[in-house]
T-cell receptor, first 114, second 116 residues
C-alpha cells in the first residue's frame, strides 16, 4: 500500500544544535505537509509544499520537497527548548482511488536538552 | 469560533461493547478524516470522507465504521470486532475539492478510549 516512512524515530539534541527529519513516500505525492504535535496536544499545521524541488523557510525551519515529489525534509537550525515535540510529515496522494488520502509518517520525537 | 469538536475527551468501555466517537466541524470543510495514534506509530488513517454520503477506508479500517450524513459530522464507531481499540483517536477536516486537492488539516483535541 501507499506508505510514508519517516526517520529518525527519536532525536535528542542539545539546545543550539541543528535537527533534521526525513520523509520518503513509496508513491508520487500531490503535495506534502508538515505538522508539529506538542506533548499532550494535537497536531498543528506548519507548512505545505506542492512543487517539485520546492524549498520554504519559516524562521529557523527549512522545508524541502524532492524533485520526484517522493521525499521531503524538515531542518531546524539552532534548536530551542520550545521546539520540543513530535514532527510529522503527511503526504497527499495524487489521484486514482486514493484521491484525498492523506498519509502520515511515523513522526520524529524531538527532545531538546537545555 | 470555528473549529472541530470531538467528544468525549476520555472514554472507558468494557471489552465487547461498541463505542461511537463524535466529530463535528463548523469550518464548512468538505473532507474529514479519522486517525488513530498509538505510541511510536504515528497517525494511522482509519477512514476518510471527501463528500457527504461517501467515505473510503484508510489503512486500518477493520473493526471500525463511519457515516457521513451531514457535511458537519463524521462519527466513528469502534466495534467489538476491533481487536485492540485502546488508543488516542483524532478527527480532522480540510477544504478539499476536485479542483483543489490541497489544504491543511485542522485537528480536534482527540478522544482517548480505554477498553477495560
Amino acid at each position: 500500500g501507499q506508505q510514508v516512512m519517516q526517520i529518525p524515530q527519536y532525536q535528542h539534541v542539545q539546545e543550539g544544535e541543528d535537527f533534521t527529519t526525513y520523509c520518503n513516500s513509496s508513491t508520487t505525492l500531490s503535495n506534502i505537509q508538515w505538522y508539529k504535535q506538542r506533548p499532550g496536544g494535537h497536531p498543528v499545521f506548519l507548512i505545505q509544499l506542492v512543487k517539485s524541488g520546492e524549498v520554504k523557510k519559516q524562521k529557523r525551519l527549512t522545508f524541502q520537497f524532492g524533485e520526484a515529489k517522493k521525499n521531503s525534509s524538515l531542518h531546524i537550525t539552532a534548536t530551542q527548548t520550545t521546539d520540543v515535540g513530535t514532527y510529522f510529515c503527511a503526504g497527499l496522494h495524487a489521484g486514482g482511488t486514493s484521491y484525498g488520502k492523506l498519509t502520515f509518517g511515523q513522526g520524529t520525537i524531538l527532545t531538546v536538552h537545555p | 469560533d470555528g473549529g472541530i469538536t470531538q467528544s468525549p475527551k476520555y472514554l472507558f468501555r468494557k471489552e465487547g461493547q461498541n463505542v461511537t466517537l463524535s466529530c463535528e466541524q463548523n469550518l464548512n470543510h468538505d473532507a474529514m478524516y479519522w486517525y488513530r495514534q498509538d505510541p511510536g506509530q504515528g497517525l494511522r488513517l482509519i477512514y476518510y470522507s471527501q463528500i457527504v454520503n461517501d467515505f473510503q477506508k484508510g489503512d486500518i479500517a477493520e473493526g471500525y465504521s463511519v457515516s457521513r450524513e451531514k457535511k458537519e459530522s463524521f462519527p466513528l464507531t469502534v466495534t467489538s470486532a476491533q481487536k485492540n481499540p485502546t488508543a488516542f483517536y483524532l478527527c480532522a477536516s480540510r477544504i478539499a475539492t476536485r479542483r483543489m486537492n490541497t489544504g491543511e488539516l485542522f485537528f480536534g483535541e482527540g478522544s482517548r478510549l480505554t477498553v477495560l
